[in-house]
Nanobody, 115 residues
Framework: QIQLVESGGGSVQAGGSLKLSCAASGYSFSRCAMGWYRQAPGKERERVST???????SYADSVKGRFTISQDNAKNTLYLQMNSLKTEDTAVYYCAAVCSGHNYWGQGTQVTVSS
């Protein structure tokens, strides 16, 4: 059973930082593509950042230069360092994995940025 559990969300003022973590179990995600997505109220879920099994990263234009995705294969944990947060970053953030053609999602963690 593959499980993804996010943590690290919370409330922060604009300009602040948060670091999200996603602990994976049930498989070795070094063989999977991983990513962070977010969904704000009334909006569709959108891609924030992804990292391939080979370590290649990509970012949405809205977070480039502010967010950094990384992973610790030994700990089977995915991270998202978020700096210079803006009010428009407020959303539920989801961890996702694509392994052997199957998609897996975490339960999400709330990030709220206030002005």
């Amino acid at each position: 059973q593959i499980q993804l559990v996010e943590s690290g969300g919370g409330s922060v003022q604009a300009g602040g930082s948060l670091k999200l973590s996603c602990a994976a179990s049930g498989y070795s995600f070094s063989r999977c593509a991983m990513g962070w997505y977010r969904q704000a109220p009334g909006k569709e879920r959108e891609r924030v950042s992804t990292i391939s099994s080979g370590g290649s990263t990509s970012y949405a234009d809205s977070v480039k230069g502010r967010f950094t995705i990384s992973q610790d294969n030994a700990k089977n944990t995915l991270y998202l360092q978020m700096n210079s947060l803006k009010t428009e970053d407020t959303a539920v953030y989801y961890c996702a994995a694509v392994c052997s053609g199957h998609n897996y999602w975490g339960q999400g963690t709330q990030v709220t940025v206030s002005s």
